[in-house]
């Protein structure tokens, strides 16, 4: 057993686990709720083992670097943080029916990293740019805010459904979307998951200017990477402060969780290919 | 503050930190689509005479981030930032100071969450024993009698009031560190050949000499390869010279500059010669001699007489991995041996031996920073992360209890309380604490 085998099971896992969280979504069988938990909980587990051991092979093979370091090694870490971010909101705010929204983003993350072309699974050495020990500090911290961004991407898009069927006072919504936790609380976790996801970002972003010092002299050089990650950082910036100062709520906040997403998505991955840049090494 | 005039108002706004942070978002992208920092030709050749002139009148090229108009929108979210602040804190610091003993009770009576109970003990004694709970629980109770009983008032957090303060001023601090690292610093680079010294460095944007006011050398440039052909390492071994005399010696590597009296010297580029440096000992006599000797020419050395070629050589790309050397001092055949780079040999010949050392001439490409307020950026930083932490994962909780006195000598107790953030889990907290000490 190696680490991509390990890595390549939870692909499937994370898809079965979706299905287990649609299904209780559509068919409200609660006995459906504890089987996805503790079978999404031994996927994650299976995850953590994979990357725990791609860490170990590469020891084995005479590197020893943290699995962090390319698109590949990023795409399963992010996959990794929305299950364990998932998995705290669960047991935090007590309801599964926000697994259907969030676990299949780590299932698309997943398959991804599996399937597309172009994405190298080799453990490959570590260029001289990348041998910091701010690797580890900036990509993890970076990712938790990513999948934090991610999870509240997908509570936005459950508010709007719930929301629009509810606006529409649909008689029939107790069958389907009454099992959805009530607007105001999807609207509060939403909120929460937001704010972490920002000051992780926002850590993410300092640890990165402080590595662009030690490697380059400058910790900051506007290049489109560093650039989309301000972006990002507005975005959520502008969110905070328009629920704080402005009262904004509901429908508008839940479309800026989306739109924050795709601007997430565009600093992870549209930089890389789109836009040319210092940091192109998540490319491959 | 209050009868502020219309400009304060409008720079104290939200709406206007709202607008100015949208407008730093989506011009921001331009210069991510826009390449930047390149030549005026540059942008001829790839959007055409018209459109590069437009983007140079509107300052988009060579260097948007630097342009007038988007330091001006930095400076406006700098100044919202300030007035904002200074409209908004001496209320949060009323608040923060606040007597809240003197809160009036029709207040209290409508706060929630509240909790009733009855106590058979008189006021005096039930509140000396209501602050002790409160003591051994965290909460510091102070006290103060009333027409009617006795109230007391205990908090926690107050302070975390100003997070969002701390988070305003971590930002001006990192704008203050950019200043002062782009006033009194700079950026430039140097190319240096091993072997060579230099006391001048030039910057980035024009190209200016700059005097070090010391000198830096590059004593060797070595190029390392992991076993699939990925770089490894690119290593300087820079010493700095003060009058001549090294004063300080380093092996830099990517992430691991050397710094000397505020500068800094990063490893960056290199560039490979068709040259090599050779150091040549007679073992006999000791006599050391070193070449810098280029690709397939013959070399005599002027003390020992030798003559030296390097005729063939191998390598990846513009870098050589081993060489083929000739030599000879004219007694016997011509020696001929493989020499791998940056290695040394003992070459045996009739009447002498001669250890032979040889490598590829490289110039090591030098990234050189002054920036004097880094430390002011890390502070900000340091101050955000503390600054968010406490504007968003921290509350000002406060608990007021009402001791009243009853008319047979017993009292009845009133206990309220509210936090200006989460307050879910205030209640959590408030009803654990009240089902502690309400047995009292």
């Known amino acids: ?284 | 503050m209050k009868n502020k005039n219309p400009i304060w108002g409008f720079f104290a706004s939200v709406k206007l930190a709202l607008f100015t942070l949208f407008f730093l978002a989506t011009t921001s992208v331009i210069g991510t689509i826009i390449p930047q920092k390149e030549s005026v030709q540059w942008y001829i050749d790839r959007y055409g005479e018209t459109t590069a002139n437009l983007f140079h009148i509107l300052s988009i090229t060579p260097d948007m981030y630097t342009s007038g108009w988007f330091l001006s929108l930095l400076g406006l979210l700098c100044i919202n930032l300030i007035i904002c602040s200074l409209d908004r804190f001496p209320g949060v610091w009323r608040q923060i100071k606040a007597d809240n003993l003197a809160t009036p009770l029709t207040r209290l009576e409508k706060m929630t969450p509240q909790c009733q109970w009855q106590s058979d003990n008189p006021p005096a004694s039930s509140a000396s024993t209501l602050k002790t709970a409160l003591n051994s629980h965290g909460w510091k109770a102070k006290e103060r009698s009333l027409d009617n009983g006795i109230l007391l008032f205990a908090q926690k957090g107050a302070m975390t009031r100003t997070g969002v303060y701390i988070v305003h001023v971590s930002i001006l601090v990192i704008f203050a560190g950019a200043i002062i690292g782009s006033a009194l610093g700079f950026k430039a680079s140097v190319m240096l050949p091993e072997t060579r010294t230099t006391d001048k460095v030039y910057t980035f944007d024009t190209h200016a000499a700059i005097d070090l006011g010391f000198e830096v050398r590059c004593d060797r440039f070595k190029l390392e390869f992991y076993d699939n052909g990925m770089p490894k390492a690119y290593r300087s071994h820079l010493s700095i010279l003060e009058n001549g005399k090294v004063v300080k010696e380093k092996a830099i590597v990517v992430n691991d500059p050397l710094s000397y009296k505020g500068i800094t010297f990063y490893q960056s580029s290199y560039e490979p010669y068709q040259e090599f440096l050779v150091a040549i000992t007679n073992k006999k006599t000791g006599l050391n001699e070193h070449i810098i000797i280029p690709y397939r020419e013959q070399h005599s050395f002027e003390k020992s007489g030798l003559r030296l070629g390097i005729i063939n050589a191998e390598g990846r790309g513009q870098s050589i991995s081993r060489m083929k050397i000739w030599l000879t001092d004219d007694n016997g055949e011509p020696s001929l041996f493989w020499l791998d780079d940056g290695e040394q040999v003992t070459v045996e010949r009739t009447k002498n031996n001669y250890t032979v050392s040889a490598k590829q001439m490289y110039a090591t490409g030098l990234q050189v920073a002054k920036d004097p307020g880094v430390w002011t950026v890390y502070t900000g930083c340091a101050l955000m992360i503390l600054g968010l932490i406490v504007a968003f994962f921290m509350s000002h909780q406060r608990i007021w209890l009402y001791i009243q006195e009853e008319s047979n000598g017993k009292s009845s107790i009133l206990m309220t309380g509210n936090a200006n953030k989460n307050k879910v889990n205030f209640e959590k907290t408030f009803q654990i604490l009240t089902q502690t000490i309400n047995r009292i």
């Open chain 1, 1 to 284: 057993m190696n680490s991509s085998q390990l890595i390549g099971i939870t692909t499937f896992t994370y898809l079965f686990s979706t299905i287990l969280y649609a299904a209780l979504f559509i068919f409200k069988n609660k006995r459906l709720g504890p089987l996805a938990t503790i079978f999404t909980i031994i996927a994650f587990l299976v995850q953590t083992a994979g990357i725990g051991l791609r860490w170990l092979e590469s020891y084995q093979m005479g590197m020893g670097r943290a699995p962090l370091s390319n698109m590949y090694e990023s795409v399963v870490f992010f996959a990794w943080a929305i299950i364990l971010i998932y998995l705290i909101i669960e047991w935090k705010f007590k309801t599964r029916i926000i697994g259907a929204f969030a676990v299949p983003f780590a299932f698309l993350a997943m398959a991804y990293a599996s399937f597309a072309s172009g994405i190298t699974k080799e453990i490959v050495p570590l260029i001289p740019a990348l041998q910091s020990n701010w690797l580890i500090a900036h990509v993890v911290t970076c990712f938790i805010g990513y999948a934090a961004f991610a999870v509240a991407a997908g509570l936005g898009v459950m508010y709007l459904i719930k929301n629009t069927s509810e606006t529409r006072q649909s008689t029939n919504d107790s069958t389907l979307l009454g099992s959805l936790p009530p607007l105001k609380v999807l609207e509060d976790i939403t909120h929460k998951t937001m704010v972490f996801g920002f000051l992780w970002l926002s850590i993410g972003i300092i640890t990165g200017a402080i590595w662009a010092n030690s490697a380059w002299g400058t910790y900051w050089s506007w290049d489109p990477k560093e650039t989309w990650s301000l972006i990002t950082w507005f975005i959520y910036a502008i969110t905070l402060h328009a629920r704080y100062t402005r009262g904004w709520g509901g429908t508008r906040i839940a479309w800026l969780a989306i739109f924050g997403f795709i601007s997430v998505i565009f600093t992870y991955y549209g930089v890389n290919f789109l836009l040319s840049g210092l940091h192109s090494y998540g490319s491959n």
